[in-house]
């Protein structure tokens, strides 16, 4: 079956970093990307990896190493607004997206 | 820009009873999707549809029908709910079919209770 993991929830501190992990399984792979989710509002694109390496975008990287299927997003100089959810998918072969259920940051000052 | 308005935002409905869920987008995306999301899973695909005029199930498409009349409009449509159905549904859409380059943009939910 196809499965991408994250951790539920995590913590981390205003000004701080914090690198949220995903692995996935899947039949296929066709890019991964990261969403971020404010509670009660729609998931917003962050970032797209096709190729190893990392993608920086301002305070935000995404890592992708296929061979392990692993990604993280790290985000740095945290600030209380990132108090979100980030959703990692992944593209199967059929070019749909298969997603994780999103991991609940919760920033404190 | 509007983006993608979905209608209602929020609705109770009796089990047994039909409900369309209404989304619209300006941005002339080929492709849109309906997902639901529950606490705890992914964003789930229930259909979706690369161009006006054609359809495809997801994967959880029983109990929901949709429809591609034209570019801007995907309602979906529960013909008889059940309070399993109870669930927050997104609309998506994007401006190719398929992964493309990975955006989909959102519109802000329909929250549905079924009981």
């Known amino acids: 079956g196809q499965n991408i993991d994250q951790p539920t929830e995590m913590t981390a501190t205003e000004g701080a970093i914090v690198q949220i992990n995903c692995t996935y399984q899947?039949?296929?792979?066709?890019?991964l990307f990261w969403y971020q989710q404010h509670a009660g509002e729609a998931p917003t694109f962050l970032s797209y990896n096709v190729l190893d390496g990392l993608e920086e975008k301002g305070r935000f990287s995404s890592f992708l190493s296929r061979s392990k299927g692993y990604s993280y997003l790290l985000l740095k100089e945290l600030q209380m607004k990132d108090s979100a959810s980030y959703l990692c998918?992944?593209?199967?072969?059929?070019?749909?997206?298969?997603w994780g259920a999103g991991t609940k940051l919760i920033i404190k000052p | 820009t509007a983006g993608i308005t979905q209608a209602p935002t929020s609705q109770i409905l009796a089990a047994g009873r039909s409900m369309t869920l209404r989304c619209t987008q300006d941005m002339r995306h080929n492709a849109m999707y309906w997902y639901r999301q529950d606490l705890g899973l992914g964003l789930r695909l229930i259909h979706y549809s690369n161009t006006a005029g054609t359809t495809g199930k997801g994967e959880v498409p029983d109990g929901y029908s949709v429809s591609r009349a034209n570019t801007d409009d995907f309602p979906l449509t529960l013909a008889s709910a059940v309070p399993s159905q109870t669930s927050v549904y997104f609309c998506?859409?994007?401006?190719?079919?398929?992964?493309?380059?990975?955006?989909?943009?959102f519109g802000e939910g329909s929250r549905l209770t079924v009981l």
């Open positions: 899947t039949s296929g792979f066709n890019g």
């Open positions: 998506a859409s994007s401006e190719v079919s398929g992964i493309g380059n990975g955006e989909l943009f």
């Open positions: 998918a992944v593209g199967d072969s059929n070019y749909q997206l298969i």
